[in-house]
């Protein structure tokens, strides 16, 4: 399962159910965008250090991007941008999954619904 950066920073937050529904992935991974997106997001060293510390303690992979991913990343957006606001992030996080035929696990899956061949799960943080 490819694990979009939104249920990541839910699980960073402290919520139970996004770190239940990462924990019981028997495979975790993420896009090295996502990685990025991650790093961006931390505010100080310690909370670097706490990423670093909760990806590893997950034994999450994280996925490079290939020129394969590249080129569908880059395809989907010519055609998926003007029509549904998709940006470069998600195209690339939406070809790393669809080519390595993993699903995506996110909370915004509008994000992801033009993509059509992307197997999207729904995460909801509360319910």
């Not at 996004?18 to 495979?27: D, G, M, P, Y």
């Not at 670093?52 to 998926?80: C, H, M």
Request: a positive charge; one cysteine or more; aromatic letters at 6%.
């Amino acid at each position: 399962m490819l694990v979009d950066t939104d249920v990541l920073i839910w699980c960073l937050r402290g919520n139970a159910k996004a770190v239940r529904a990462v924990e019981v992935l028997s495979q975790r991974a993420i896009s090295v965008i996502t990685r990025m997106e991650l790093v961006q997001g931390c505010r100080n060293k310690k909370e670097h250090h706490l990423l670093r510390k909760f990806l590893n303690d997950q034994e999450v992979k994280v996925i490079e991007l290939s020129p394969e991913i590249g080129y569908r990343a880059d395809t989907w957006l010519e055609q998926y941008h003007l029509a549904h606001g998709v940006g470069v992030a998600d195209c690339l996080i939406a070809a790393t999954a669809s080519i390595l035929g993993l699903p995506l696990l996110t909370a915004n899956t509008r994000h992801f619904r033009c993509f059509p061949i992307l197997q999207v799960r729904r995460f909801a943080p509360a319910d």
